[in-house]
């Protein structure tokens, strides 16, 4: 059986690590602020990792997230959006 899998990673900026993780089909987002304060991601700086969707979902609470909108990220929190 083969497997499929690509990790593609974004340039940090301003203390925040971004990578998507694609694997069978499936892409998550990962998004970490390692800062003490609260990051506010442009829609357009992080579209590169997302692509064509329009929509993902926060793994650990089940949020709906648009992802044509800014991302706002808590201090010292990282994200997993699967899309």
């Known amino acids: ?3 499929s899998k690509t990790v593609k990673y974004h340039i ?5 690590y971004m990578y998507s993780h694609v694997h069978d089909g499936k892409t998550e987002m ?7 304060d609260e990051q506010t991601l442009a829609a357009e700086y992080y579209g590169v990792l997302t692509k064509d969707s329009k929509e993902g979902r926060d793994v650990s609470s089940g949020e709906r997230i648009d992802l044509t909108k800014n991302l706002v990220v808590s201090p010292r929190r990282s994200l997993i959006i699967e899309f």
Not at 12 to 16: F, T, V
Not at 30 to 36: A, M
Request: aromatic fraction near 0%.
């Open 12 to 16: 940090p900026q301003r203390g925040i």
């Open 1 to 3: 059986m083969a497997e």
């Open 30 to 36: 990962i998004v970490l602020n390692s800062t003490s």
